[in-house]
């Protein structure tokens, strides 16, 4: 069983809806949570990280994190076309380096016009 | 600019052949990473380095093999006994190596087919 459990999509919603992604994991250890996005052929970018529980708010992002369900969620607001990307979360421990992160298998988000 | 700077960006490879991946960082950072994606599998570390002339193999480090001569370069080889190397290579790096206070930064990649 993986360390990290994503669905893969594609997750298809028209301009201007809620995107809800989310991973699960099984380490109760984990307290390190992140959300990369990642055009095609590109390399993933840091969108959002967290520490431990709780929400986490940027713009149109909302990182909320679950550690007695071990599920965390990565919410998009207002979609745009140009959020048209695979999302991959990245779980470590804390005293982990980055070099041991666990990545997602990433979720392909389409938003259609 | 700082960043980091993968090439080629594509690149063929026979069946029985060597070929090496170029990762340039001028960011100054100490650590830096070799991934590879496949669809429907999260990112794999193959080998990182902490520091210059220092690397660890990683979860897949099998058929691949690094250098770390400069502080700044980070070159990949993916030998012939990879059997598998049909894939996405990511380089990456980061200041420390601690997930508290510092970011990684990725590479744009190098897509690695053999024909």
Redesign the interface.
């Known amino acids: 069983q993986?360390e990290?459990e994503?669905d893969?999509g594609p997750l298809s919603v028209p301009e201007g809806a809620i995107v809800s992604l989310n991973c699960t994991y099984s380490n109760s250890a984990f307290q390190?949570f992140m959300w990369y996005r990642q055009y095609s052929?590109?390399?993933?970018?840091?969108l959002m990280y967290t520490?431990s529980s709780g929400n986490k708010e940027d713009g149109r992002f909302t990182a909320q994190v679950d550690k007695s369900s071990k599920y965390i969620s990565l919410f998009i607001r207002d979609s745009q076309p140009s959020d048209s990307a695979t999302y991959?979360c990245?779980i470590?421990e804390?005293?982990?380096?980055?070099?041991?992160?666990?990545?997602?298998?990433?979720t392909q988000v389409v938003v259609t016009p | 600019d700082g960043g980091?700077t993968?090439s080629p960006k594509y690149l063929f490879r026979k069946e029985g052949q060597n070929v090496t991946l170029s990762c340039e960082q001028n960011l100054n950072h100490d650590?830096m990473?070799w991934y590879r994606q496949d669809p429907?599998?999260?990112?794999?570390?193959i080998y990182?380095s902490?520091i210059v002339n220092d690397f660890?193999k990683?979860d897949i480090a099998e058929g691949y093999s690094v250098s770390r001569e400069k502080k700044e370069s980070f070159p990949l080889t993916v030998t012939s006994a990879q059997k598998n190397p049909t894939a996405?290579y990511?380089c990456?790096s980061?200041e420390g190596?601690?997930?508290?206070n510092?970011?990684?930064f990725?590479?744009?990649?190098t897509?690695l087919t053999v024909v």
């Open positions: 993986k990290v994503q893969p390190y052929r590109k390399g993933p970018e840091l520490y991959l990245a470590g804390t005293t982990d380096s980055w070099g041991k992160l666990q990545f997602g298998a990433g | 980091i993968q650590a990473y429907g599998q999260g990112l794999r570390l990182y902490q660890q990683g996405f990511l990456a980061s190596q601690g997930l508290m510092t970011e990684a990725f590479g744009q990649g897509r």
